[in-house]
């Protein structure tokens, strides 16, 4: 039996994104949907999602809701087609791996996972290469 209730998943990943602050989410199936949840609730600075063929309407669309310049910070989108895993990379050097996509959270089990070193400085790196 699960500790929370699916519909409380949502929200409490979402606080787990609020929590890290400033910093890096990467989620390659990340949706337009979740945008406004993430620019609202959190402090996150950087998006990177799927660049792959089938993804790119959904970035364009993020990419013209951010551009309106009705945001009161900057949040900046990019796209790789170099992408599988989820992860959050703080600011502050935290880096914690996520189980599955915002869309996806409630409908399967997933955890949040933090990063050892020296992992953590390699997924940082190799994140900020992509």
Same mark, same amino acid.
């Given at each position: &039996? ?11 990943? *979402?606080? @787990?994104?609020?929590?890290?602050? /400033?910093?890096?989410?990467?989620? /390659?199936? +990340?949706? +337009? ?5 993430? *620019? !609202?609730?959190? @402090?996150?600075?950087?998006?990177? !999602? ?8 959904? !970035?364009?669309? &993020? ?5 309106? #310049?009705?945001? %009161? ?5 990019? %796209?790789?087609? #170099?992408?599988? $895993?989820? *992860?959050?990379?703080?600011? $502050? #050097?935290? *880096? ?7 869309? #996806? ?8 996972? /933090?990063?050892?070193s020296p992992a953590r400085? %390699? ?8």
């Amino acid at each position: &039996m699960s500790r929370f209730p699916i519909p409380l998943a949502y929200p409490i990943l *979402v606080g @787990q994104l609020a929590a890290a602050g /400033p910093g890096l989410l990467v989620d /390659p199936y +990340l949706k +337009l949907a979740d945008l406004h949840t993430i *620019v !609202v609730s959190t @402090q996150l600075t950087r998006l990177l !999602v799927s660049g792959k063929t089938n993804n790119r309407g959904e !970035v364009g669309a &993020m990419l013209a809701c951010l551009g309106k #310049g009705s945001l %009161s910070r900057r949040v900046e989108v990019r %796209s790789s087609t #170099g992408l599988h $895993d989820r *992860v959050l990379m703080a600011d $502050d #050097g935290d *880096v914690l791996t996520v189980g599955t996509s915002l869309n #996806g959270v409630g409908k399967t089990t997933t955890v949040v996972s /933090p990063m050892p070193s020296p992992a953590r400085e %390699s997924l940082r790196d190799e994140y900020e290469r992509l």
